[in-house]
């Protein structure tokens, strides 16, 4: 079995199956095409430029295509990259799948909605237990299979539930240190915060947006389900407006995409909580990929920072 295509080292030869989660066509200086691949197995993913492309390349080598690819790792400003040598598809003699290719979650979806579910049920306010458990049921099949974003965190099979259960876990332990938040808004604002994403975005594999993601995102989708949610299920009262706002509010910042600042406690902590598990996840995956003694390739999401893996850490 191969390794992993983000544990090859600069200098090293490849010679694999991979699969091409995007591919973006471009103009070269010299006035001839090309395409920018992202390549992916269960490891994660790889840039790589393909030079000189013809229309039959253009049309071969499309999202969610598997290829049997030979080439070089490169750096290339801090990240690596793959020079490509030879490129095909793959064909039905090589025995491969889909599945061998797509990263997921490290538990199973099982065992993330009865750690959900329970969250759930510990709710002690009907209202916001009723309309939580009913966005969940509407789209649980979308939401144990999605990614929690196209990049930066979380971005694989399972990622949205995997990043949910997280915080979950975090919001409880939170919570047992500051006894004054309410963990009824708490539990149903990690649950609620990205659920608009399985309509924001594609699907699980060569993940991409919708025209309702580029058009409304998330953060707007969700709003729009909870009120169309409080309104099938009869609930009027203040609990809607605050899980809207705990949904407006947990991006933080204007800049950061909130409409709206927190404004309540539990808002400002779901903020934190979501941006605490979001970078935890980026370093984690980055660290996991580099020796003790190295340094990370530059993580766009922390201020294009590298990462040090003390020589200590095992």
Same mark, same amino acid.
């Not at 196209?150 to 975090?170: C, I, P, Q, R, Y």
């Given at each position: 079995?191969?390794?992993?295509?983000?544990y090859?080292?600069v200098?090293?030869?490849?010679?694999q199956?991979?699969?091409?989660?995007?591919?973006?066509?471009?103009?070269?200086?010299?006035?001839?095409?090309?395409?920018?691949?992202?390549?992916?197995?269960?490891?994660? !993913?790889?840039?790589?430029k393909?030079?000189?492309?013809?229309?039959?390349?253009?049309?071969?080598?499309?999202?969610?295509?598997?290829?049997k690819?030979?080439?070089?790792?490169?750096?290339?400003?801090?990240?690596?990259?793959?020079?490509?040598?030879?490129?095909?598809?793959?064909?039905?003699?090589?025995?491969?799948?889909?599945?061998?290719?797509?990263?997921?979650?490290?538990?199973?979806?099982?065992?993330?909605?009865?750690?959900?579910? /329970?969250?759930?049920?510990?709710? +002690?306010?009907?209202?916001? /237990?009723?309309?939580?458990?009913?966005? $969940? +049921? +509407?789209?649980?099949?979308?939401?144990?299979?999605?990614?929690?974003?196209?990049k930066?965190?979380?971005?694989?099979?399972?990622?949205?539930?995997?990043?949910?259960?997280?915080?979950l876990d975090?919001?409880?332990?939170?919570?047992?240190?500051?006894?004054?938040?309410?963990t009824?808004?708490l539990?149903?604002?990690?649950?609620?915060h990205?659920?608009?994403?399985?309509i924001? $975005?594609?699907?699980?594999?060569?993940?991409?947006?919708?025209?309702?993601?580029?058009?409304?995102?998330?953060?707007?989708?969700?709003?729009?389900?909870?009120?169309?949610?409080?309104?099938e299920?009869?609930?009027?009262?203040?609990?809607?407006?605050i899980?809207?706002?705990?949904?407006?509010?947990?991006?933080? +910042?204007?800049?950061w995409g909130?409409?709206?600042?927190?404004?309540?406690? !539990?808002?400002?902590?779901?903020?934190?909580?979501?941006?605490?598990?979001?970078?935890?996840?980026?370093?984690?995956?980055?660290?996991e990929?580099?020796?003790?003694?190295?340094?990370? !390739?530059?993580?766009?999401?922390?201020?294009?920072?590298? *990462?040090?893996?003390?020589? *200590?850490?095992?």
């Amino acid at each position: 079995m191969s390794k992993g295509i983000v544990y090859y080292e600069v200098g090293e030869h490849i010679e694999q199956f991979l699969l091409i989660k995007n591919a973006a066509k471009g103009i070269a200086s010299n006035g001839k095409p090309f395409l920018t691949l992202i390549f992916q197995d269960q490891s994660g !993913e790889i840039e790589a430029k393909l030079w000189d492309v013809s229309d039959g390349d253009e049309k071969n080598f499309i999202p969610e295509t598997i290829v049997k690819v030979s080439g070089d790792i490169l750096n290339y400003r801090g990240r690596n990259q793959l020079r490509i040598r030879q490129i095909r598809p793959a064909s039905s003699s090589d025995s491969v799948k889909l599945s061998d290719f797509l990263e997921t979650a490290p538990l199973s979806t099982e065992e993330m909605m009865s750690k959900i579910t /329970q969250y759930i049920f510990e709710m +002690k306010n009907p209202n916001i /237990q009723r309309i939580t458990r009913h966005l $969940l +049921k +509407k789209h649980q099949e979308s939401f144990i299979e999605y990614p929690a974003a196209t990049k930066n965190h979380h971005e694989f099979v399972s990622g949205l539930a995997f990043h949910v259960v997280s915080m979950l876990d975090l919001a409880k332990a939170i919570a047992g240190l500051y006894p004054s938040l309410d963990t009824d808004l708490l539990y149903a604002g990690v649950i609620l915060h990205d659920l608009g994403k399985v309509i924001e $975005l594609s699907g699980p594999i060569s993940t991409t947006y919708t025209v309702e993601g580029n058009l409304l995102g998330h953060i707007t989708i969700m709003v729009n389900e909870i009120g169309k949610a409080a309104e099938e299920l009869s609930i009027m009262g203040e609990e809607v407006i605050i899980l809207e706002h705990l949904v407006l509010s947990h991006h933080g +910042k204007a800049e950061w995409g909130s409409p709206k600042p927190p404004l309540i406690k !539990e808002a400002e902590i779901l903020h934190y909580i979501d941006n605490l598990d979001a970078k935890m996840n980026m370093l984690d995956r980055a660290l996991e990929r580099v020796k003790p003694g190295e340094f990370t !390739e530059r993580v766009f999401a922390l201020e294009n920072r590298s *990462f040090y893996k003390p020589i *200590f850490h095992k």
